[in-house]
């Protein structure tokens, strides 16, 4: 059985790492909240491997860091670094369902093709007009001043739907000098507006009824399982680090609800 300690408050740093000034931003915007580390799993706070072919290889490493609040029952980064292979942040916070909150979801992928980025506060029951509304009131404004900065990522398969906002921002960049200056210029600052009004609705959020509780629970519970299941990190990580320990850190710190 893997033993147990809370990872660190300070957050994730790796050597060469795209993604550090965003989970920067992260750590920085939590601070003024009570903030206390997460259990993680030992064998899941750092993982290095090597990965590519013998004339090429090259190192791989996966780290974790995470904390809890009295309103957020895990916020965690998931980060991958594998050179130009790979460059990953994951970033959740998944709330308390004794608070009637989205998730905050931010996806920054680069790969050999080019960078995936989405961002998102998506809902644990989207056919809830009290839990989306005053979320999505708020949220449009925003994702509407940056989308007309970014192209259009593409359709989200039919099954996904459920578990997007009408204000899911998913956009594909090309590598090199145009891509970063999007990223630093308009992708940085979206997702400091998105974190920021979460954070907003969280300072409002109050707690619900015992049975408001269950049916927040419930969306959530659908959530992660949909999530645990369809992960697009799944095949990649496989390769780099097996598929045993994958899944194990897929089903008990990724989505561990």
């Known amino acids: 059985m893997s033993s147990f300690r809370s990872s660190s408050t300070d957050p994730v740093c790796l050597a060469g790492w795209a993604w550090q000034p965003f989970l920067d931003d992260a750590v920085e915007a939590l601070k003024p909240l009570s903030v206390e580390p997460y259990p993680v799993p030992d064998r899941f706070l750092q993982r290095e491997d090597q990965s590519g072919s013998k004339a090429n290889p090259f190192t791989v490493t996966t780290a974790t860091w995470a904390c809890k609040t009295e309103k957020y029952r895990q916020v965690r980064a998931a980060c991958v670094n594998a050179g130009r292979a790979a460059s990953v942040l994951n970033f959740v916070i998944n709330p308390s369902s004794r608070f009637d909150l989205p998730f905050f979801g931010g996806d920054l992928v680069t790969l050999p093709s080019g960078h995936l980025l989405a961002l998102d506060l998506q809902p644990a029951d989207k056919d809830d007009p009290d839990h989306t509304q005053p979320v999505w009131d708020r949220l449009m404004p925003i994702f509407e001043r940056w989308r007309q900065e970014l192209p259009d990522g ?104």
Do not use: C
Request: hydrophobic share 40%.
């Open 154 to 257: 593409g359709p989200i398969p039919e099954e996904a739907q459920p578990f997007f906002s009408p204000a899911f921002l998913w956009t594909r960049l090309p590598l090199g000098e145009e891509g970063d200056q999007i990223i630093e210029s308009v992708v940085r600052p979206a997702f400091n507006d998105y974190l920021k009004l979460y954070f907003e609705l969280s300072a409002e959020a109050e707690a619900v009824p015992a049975e408001r509780q269950q049916h927040l629970l419930a969306g959530q519970q659908r959530y992660t399982a949909y999530r645990a299941e369809k992960d697009p990190a799944r095949g990649m990580l496989t390769r780099f680090h097996g598929s045993e320990w994958t899944e194990a850190y897929i089903h008990s710190v990724l989505f561990d609800l």
